[in-house]
């Protein structure tokens, strides 16, 4: 599985990926190692910046690598830009530590065990030389910050397939909507003031892929760069260079849904609410607590 932990956090304002959260002082990343290796995942690739390599290593490795096959692999910023170059990039970093088919997910976002379940029955099936790729799929009412605005790749699937992914800025919940917040008629709105359906299905950048799509992603990250050279903000972005596979047939984009409530910490004041939802688990006995046990 690869552990996408480069991000800057500047909307959180630090390294969340690091952040204690847990009853006992995990992080949301430990509780993704934890599902996934009981989902039967025991090999992590961590893309990280070399800057924080001091700090991840002693924190990640005094958890974990006694239990899992523990691999790095670095994602850089050029000098004249201040952020990397996004989640399709961070893949790109890591193509060298990987040669089977693999799970890929964010660090600081909860995705629930049965996420994991899911990709690990899928990941099973892949098999060949060709490109494939997966994606499990989240309701877009249960993705969203009580704090302010999200970013999601919406998507249009129709007989399990992706047919579409439009990565959609400022969403939150729509205080106008006339639904109840269970129901389909609850609304959420983007930064545009359009409106979706509660039920949409968003991407949480929670992919299922084989060596192949990262091979072809090199290959289009060149030109990416070659355009957007110097100063550039853009961003190579999971979501759009999936959907630029499948418009040019390189693959389908297998859809899985799952109706479990996404947690993550988007911005400073979700951690509360992040901490109250694990303790919570940890209570009804979903989790043990501690999650791993002390090294």
């Known amino acids: 599985m690869m552990v996408l932990a480069a991000g800057m956090g500047s909307r959180y304002g630090g390294l969340k990926q690091l952040d204690q959260l847990g009853p006992a002082g995990e992080t949301i990343m430990d509780y993704s190692v934890f599902d996934a290796r009981r ?42 830009r201040s952020k990397p170059w996004g989640t399709a990039h961070a893949l790109i970093s890591a193509r060298d530590r990987v040669d089977e088919p693999h799970l890929v997910i964010n660090a600081d976002d ?11 029955a899928q990941l099973r099936q892949m098999t060949g030389d060709s490109a494939q790729v997966g994606m499990v799929g989240y309701r877009l009412d249960n993705t969203l910050s009580a704090h302010g605005g999200v970013s999601r790749g919406l998507c249009q699937v129709e007989g399990g397939l992706l047919q579409g992914i439009v990565e959609t800025r400022g969403l939150e919940r729509d205080g106008d909507g006339d639904g109840d917040g269970d129901g389909d008629g609850e609304r959420v709105r983007d930064e545009g003031c359009n409106s979706h359906p509660a ?9 299922l892929m084989n060596p192949p799509v990262l091979a072809e992603m ?18 190579f972005e999971m979501p759009t260079v999936v959907d630029e596979l499948r418009r040019d047939g390189v693959c389908g984009v297998q859809v899985h849904t799952t109706d479990a409530r996404w947690a993550g910490v988007t911005y400073r004041e979700d951690a509360a609410l992040v901490s109250a939802q ?10 043990p607590n501690p999650l791993w046990p002390a090294s």
């Open 39 to 80: 989902a039967g995942i025991d090999k992590m690739v961590f893309v990280i910046r070399r800057e924080f390599e001091a700090e991840f290593r002693e924190r990640v490795a005094a958890r974990y690598e006694q239990a899992i096959d523990v691999h790095y692999a670095f994602q850089g910023i050029p000098e004249e």
């Open 110 to 120: 909860f995705y629930g065990a049965p996420a994991y379940r899911t990709g690990a």
């Open 199 to 207: 039920d949409t299905v968003v991407s949480l950048n929670f992919w």
């Open 218 to 235: 090199a290959n289009r990250f060149e030109r990416f760069a070659a355009a957007n050279a110097g100063p550039s903000t853009a961003e």
């Open 278 to 287: 694990l303790a919570a688990y940890a209570d009804v006995g979903e989790y």
